[in-house]
């Protein structure tokens, strides 16, 4: 079994436990449920820097990222730095992250923020709805045509914007809908978790018009998002690049600065 296929294993496990704690209903009835959602896709296409950065304490390829920061001051961070949006990890058993971060991060700032999680249920987008996100992510990887379908639709029904995420072709060419808002390139295989900034290059005209395209993992200069932006990319999605460093904020705004 390869580690997606771990992760999205145990994910079913801990989503069928959720929904016996808390039902659809009392997650409907959360204060945040009903409320103005911000548009990510909107501020990526009138910026000229694209950053969406991500709040990430360790990963199953880097182990340790960083323990020691704390969701409020880096979304406030994130937000003083200029970025457009901030993606908020919610796994815990692989990312060490909650949903009550993506909560704290509602509480601390008004970026767009997107719920990033291995979604492989309805439930668990109307729970990203709930505790604070703007946008879900929706992994082509581990879903089928008909699931990206449905869960998009659930979405957009939301007012939530889906990101989808594509490593190759194959993907590319299951996943292309209208109910998507934006087309996000993994450079880091999840399966393998080789990385390569060719990946986002190579996809990248085949990738219809109408999609904000995003660059997403491995970027860590401002020389890989240079190289980037000819190929049509307005997002760039970073994550331990800022959270490896004492001040994730401080460290995102020097990013920008030199953009
Ligand atoms: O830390 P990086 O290399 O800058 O990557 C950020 C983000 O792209 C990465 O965390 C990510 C992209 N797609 C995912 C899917 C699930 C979990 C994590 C991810």
């Known amino acids: 079994m390869n580690i997606l296929e771990k992760i999205t294993n145990d994910k079913r496990t801990e989503v069928?436990?959720?929904?016996?704690?808390?039902?659809?209903?009392?997650?409907?009835?959360?204060?945040?449920?009903?409320?103005?959602?911000?548009?990510?896709?909107?501020?990526?296409?009138?910026?000229?820097?694209?950053?969406?950065?991500?709040?990430?304490?360790r990963s199953p390829s880097k182990q340790v990222i960083n323990h020691n920061l704390n969701v409020f001051d880096v979304a406030k961070g994130y937000e003083s730095a200029g970025v457009c949006g901030m993606s908020v990890l919610t796994d815990g058993k692989y990312?060490?992250?909650?949903?009550?971060?993506?909560l704290t991060a509602r509480?601390?700032?008004?970026?767009?923020?997107?719920?990033?999680?291995?979604?492989?249920?309805?439930?668990?987008?109307i729970e990203a709805k709930a505790y604070g996100a703007d946008i879900i992510l929706l992994i082509a990887a581990i879903l089928t045509n008909a699931e990206i379908k449905q869960f998009s639709e659930l979405a957009k029904q939301l007012n939530l914007e889906v990101l989808l995420e594509v490593h190759n072709v194959e993907e590319l060419?299951?996943?292309?809908?209208?109910?998507?808002d934006m087309l996000g390139v993994n450079n880091r295989n999840l399966k393998t978790f080789e990385v390569s900034l060719e990946t986002s290059k190579k996809l990248s005209n085949l990738i219809p018009e109408d999609f904000v395209k995003?660059?997403?993992?491995?970027?860590?200069?401002?020389?890989?998002i240079k190289q980037l932006q000819p190929f049509g990319y307005k997002g760039f999605l970073i994550g331990e690049n800022f959270m490896k460093t004492n001040n994730a904020g401080e460290s995102a705004k020097q990013f920008i600065e030199n953009l």
């Open 107 to 125: 509480a601390s700032c008004h970026l767009p923020l997107l719920r990033k999680e291995f979604i492989i249920d309805p439930y668990q987008i």
């Open 173 to 180: 060419h299951k996943s292309i809908m209208p109910s998507l």
């Open 95 to 102: 990312f060490g992250g909650s949903l009550d971060d993506l």
């Open 16 to 57: 069928n436990l959720r929904k016996q704690l808390i039902p659809i209903k009392q997650l409907e009835q959360s204060i945040l449920f009903e409320r103005n959602t911000i548009s990510l896709s909107k501020k990526l296409k009138a910026s000229n820097t694209g950053i969406i950065a991500e709040h990430k304490r």
């Open 214 to 224: 995003v660059s997403e993992s491995g970027i860590s200069s401002v020389e890989a």
